[in-house]
């Protein structure tokens, strides 16, 4: 291993990579879940959620588990606690027992999420969020290749229990390939409980981690239903709602890259602050298409603009606030996994009330506040920035 931290960081985006295909296999698999176990819109919604509690544990724990077993092991064990969900996942004959099977997907996509930020944090410490931008470019390549891949193979027929195995398998590889934690020496992270209380008490932590809140829902709104919304309004088979799937993923590829060498021109807030107000415009266009190629371009440009938000936002957090970095942006991540869950919860709720069509509105509601708490930060935290050069 000639370059560890390169290696590394290779490893790291290779993980982002199927644990987006982890993440976005349930929402493609929807319709099909919903017919064979016989859920409802809300029922489905609360698969996305019912891991959010768990996650939010998971996260919390995390911080503390990296500082005394190192951020590597325990990203590995969470492929591996991933590939054990995926397999066992496939045993669900109810909606009872897809909620109690779920929650062990959860568990170790709660590893993933909460360590592969700040693992490239300590990678790359003074990266003025390019690297950020980069690796989260490997969940949308993921979810991209993910969506065409298995939309065409459950539209040919294919059991959606033969591509949950056949992703565990990959899952359980990628798990293989991290080296040695001994042999890439990282930073240490800080766990004592009188940080933690330096780091609540901060109001920039609270408006940042609120604007993650928001900034994942509003990504969660078309990355879970965009799918599901096609094959139900246009009543079409899985290969179009992949499609569909597959171009929110690929503007969001597309928006991470051009994030990454955009950031360090217009800053990281006002990156946000102008992709969440564009966003909040195009979203609303969303009521007058009323058909599939319209819609298609519709998500590849509403990709776009979400794309920078979970990076960008947490890179700025670790940028303006002086605290730990690691259990920084584990508790950012906090508000973002929720926030994503709740996105995806009230739409399946207002989905069987006034039709899945109306529960897009959710979107730019959550866009606006994005906007505002962003704008916010510039008010409130004076005496907390520790380089406004770096990062205005």
């Known amino acids: 291993m000639k370059n560890p931290r390169k290696y ?5 985006a290779a993980s982002m990579f199927v644990y987006s295909a982890a993440a976005n296999l349930l929402p493609l698999c929807l319709v099909t879940l919903t017919r064979e176990l016989s859920f409802s819109l809300t029922q489905a919604g609360v698969l996305g959620f019912v891991t959010t509690v768990e996650q939010f544990f998971v ?14 092991r325990l990203l590995r064990s969470g492929l591996f606690i991933l590939a054990a969900g995926l397999v066992l996942f496939t045993l669900s004959r109810s909606f009872p027992s897809a909620v109690g099977l779920i929650l062990l997907m959860g568990l170790g996509s709660g590893f993933l999420e909460a360590l592969l930020t700040p693992l490239v944090e300590d990678l790359y410490p003074k990266d003025n969020g390019s690297k950020m931008n980069l690796l989260h470019s490997f969940w949308s390549i993921g979810l991209f290749c993910s969506v065409l891949i298995f939309g065409e193979l459950l539209t040919m027929g294919l059991s959606w229990r ?9 899952v359980l590889a990628v798990g ?24 609540v008490s901060l109001p920039g932590f609270w408006l940042v981690g609120f604007s993650l809140f928001f900034a994942g829902g509003a990504e969660g709104a078309f990355a879970f239903w965009s799918a599901g919304f096609i094959q139900l309004h246009f009543e079409t088979l899985p290969r179009a709602g992949a499609l569909g799937l597959s171009c929110f993923a690929a503007g969001m590829f597309l928006g991470r890259l051009l994030s990454s060498r955009i950031a360090g021109f217009l800053g990281l807030r006002n990156l946000v602050r102008i992709s969440a107000g564009l966003g909040i415009l195009v979203s609303l ?25 979970w990076p960008s936002i947490q890179s700025f957090g670790a940028r303006i606030l002086d605290v730990d970095p690691t259990m920084l942006m584990v508790f950012l991540s906090c508000f973002g996994v929720p926030g ?18 109306t529960s897009f509105i959710i979107a730019p509601v959550y866009l606006l506040m994005v906007v505002l708490l962003m704008s916010s930060t510039f008010l ?9 050069k770096r990062s205005h």
């Open 340 to 357: 994503y869950s709740s996105a995806t919860l009230l739409m399946g709720i207002i989905g069987d009330r006034a039709g899945l069509q």
């Open 380 to 388: 409130s935290l004076k005496g907390e920035v520790k380089s406004k």
């Open 285 to 309: 266009s969303f009521f007058l298409i009323n058909s599939l190629p319209a819609l298609y371009l519709f998500l590849v440009v509403m990709g776009l603009l979400i794309a920078c938000f």
């Open 59 to 72: 996260l919390i724990f995390s911080s503390y588990l990296a500082a005394h077993f190192g951020k590597i």
């Open 176 to 199: 293989f390939t991290y080296p040695p934690a001994r042999k890439v020496p990282l930073p240490p992270s800080r766990k004592d409980i009188g940080h933690i209380k330096e780091i």
């Open 8 to 12: 590394v960081y290779t490893t790291a």
């Open 162 to 170: 033969v591509l949950f195995y056949s992703l565990a398998t990959g």
